[in-house]
T-cell receptor, first 110, second 120 residues
Framework: RKEVEQDPGPFNVPEGATVAFNCTYSNSASQSFFWYRQDCRKEPKLLMSVYSSGNEDGRFTAQLNRASQYISLLIRDSKLSDSATYLCAGMDTGRRALTFGSGTRLQVQP | NAGVTQTPKFRVLKTGQSMTLLCAQDMNHEYMYWYRQDPGMGLRLIHYSVGEGTTAKGEVPDGYNVSRLKKQNFLLGLESAAPSQTSVYFC???????????????????FGEGSRLTVL
């Protein structure tokens, strides 16, 4: 079992829709979690960090459920520019590195 | 502010050739990483460094070597390239290695633009 698992999608949603992604992790010792956004053929860029129960930034909300070992990302009022791959990552406390999921692809359609 | 710079950005090798990818960061970060990204596999950690002069193996280290002689540089070497090493390679740096740092420090990893390597 992979340490961090995501539904690869793609999620095809219309503009203005609300979409949610889940990510499960197996390392219960992980303390820090992140959502990165990656555009096609580009480097990943940080979208949100999640250290406690959750974090909100405008249209984006990330939540952490330690009991069930999953992190979610909610995007409200989707824009065409939100189309990208969203990578979930958890901190590998032993290595001081991030372990990434395979990514979930989102396509927002007009 | 350049951030994290990778060279070269593209390279085609023949099986058995050797090459070195260079990663340079100008943010004075302690932690540096090399990941590879393959379709459907996400980012996998090859090697990493927690400071100048240190290196350690990640998830998929076989066939690669690294060196961190200067704090700002992290080199990834392929001694004898194989077709299975065809991939996109990303270097990253971090001030805290992913952990929550001081106020205002998100612990994020800062990535270079990637190096696309094809081994024929």
């Amino acid at each position: 079992r992979k340490e961090v698992e995501q539904d690869p999608g793609p999620f095809n949603v219309p503009e203005g829709a609300t979409v949610a992604f889940n990510c499960t992790y197996s390392n219960s010792a992980s303390q820090s979690f992140f959502w990165y956004r990656q555009d096609c053929r580009k480097e990943p860029k940080l979208l949100m960090s999640v250290y406690s129960s959750g974090n909100e930034d405008g249209r984006f909300t990330a939540q952490l459920n330690r009991a069930s070992q999953y992190i979610s990302l909610l995007i409200r009022d989707s824009k065409l520019s939100d189309s990208a791959t969203y990578l979930c990552a958890g901190m590998d406390t032993g290595r001081r590195a991030l372990t990434f999921g395979s990514g979930t692809r989102l396509q927002v359609q007009p | 502010n350049a951030g994290v710079t990778q060279t070269p950005k593209f390279r085609v090798l023949k099986t058995g050739q050797s090459m070195t990818l260079l990663c340079a960061q100008d943010m004075n970060h302690e932690y540096m990483y090399w990941y590879r990204q393959d379709p459907g596999m996400g980012l996998r950690l090859i090697h990493y460094s927690v400071g100048e002069g240190t290196t350690a193996k990640g998830e998929v280290p076989d066939g690669y070597n690294v060196s961190r002689l200067k704090k700002q540089n992290f080199l990834l070497g392929l001694e004898s390239a194989a077709p299975s090493q065809t991939s996109v390679y990303f270097c990253a740096s971090s001030p805290t290695g992913g952990g929550q740092g001081l106020a205002g420090n998100t612990g994020e990893l800062f990535f270079g633009e990637g190096s696309r390597l094809t081994v024929l």
